[in-house]
């Protein structure tokens, strides 16, 4: 049965799999909610969205997302607060990301009342989905394929937009064991880093398979042209604590735009910590590390907001990060729950209510 809400039409699932999840034993995006969102664009045009049951999307053997790669995506959290308010944290960003992720794939722009009317339908529909323990939220995945036919390398006529929903624990990284990469590259400059293109995503799998295989988690990227400067960890911006200054690369074609590296600039700035956004050479890291002024390292992104880097190898040398009370990194972490929670005063105006 389909009714309309907020002026969107809502096709409720018959039956739901709410009551088969543990929402105490949660692990990162591997249960999906009841529904989702859809939108196609055809003749030339964005069609209105539509929550529908969760489902798998049909396609042809065709299509171009198979062959070319022409697709992107988001990443966001919805948050309940202590009062079961459902809370959003710079969504605006979020959509304006995805339409220059579009440009740089050849992907029609979505427009944003397509994106913002959904995406907070699709959660007042999902509302027993947003998990309210401790450091749980709904991870969403808003994203975009060309589902329009064709072998000929062009972009496609025809494209998804979908949202689909997670529900998620709290996410401990742990003690993250870090490779400063030498030879593979993430991004290169007039290429697609800066977008969230699938095809960076799969790029990354192999070289971090083989850092892996000797034993850490994670790569860190460096420039593609030198490969002396470092950009990002993983799918993360990188911050180094050096004394008391915080410092990140800026962003460009190969540094990702990334909404918690933002915030955490503008809090720090906020505090009073010192920050610096320039180029961070690798030698710079490792003459701190031995000399004892590098501090903290760590990874920022939307899924655990802060990963904190134990330790990093670079040319066949591990060196280990000093374990601090009051870590910049724990500090800004609390600093951006409590927001995204509705647990402190809002200075920045990022919250939005769902
Ligand atoms: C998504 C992403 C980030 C982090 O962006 P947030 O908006 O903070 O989640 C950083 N680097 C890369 C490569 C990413 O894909």
Redesign the pocket.
Known sequence: METMVNNISVEKATTSKINEVDFDNLSFGSVYTDHMLVCDYVNGAWQSPKVVPYQPISLDPSAKIFHYGQSIFE?MKAYKDESGKTWLFRPLENHKRLNKSAQRLAIPELPESHFMDGLTTLLQVEQDWIPQNPGSSLYIRPFMLASGKGFHASPADEYKFIIACAPSGAYFSGKVKVLIEEKYSRAANGGVGYA?AGGNYAGQFYPTQLAIEKGYHQVIWTDDNTHEYIE?AG???IFVRINDTLITGPTSDRI?D????KSILQIAENQGIATEVRKISVSEVVAAAKNGSLKEMFG???AAVVSPIAAFGYKDTDYELPELENSYASQLKKYITDVQYNRSEDKFGWRYPV
């Open positions: 990443g969230k990002e799918a993360m911006n990702l990334g909404i918690t590296r920022a992104g939307t």
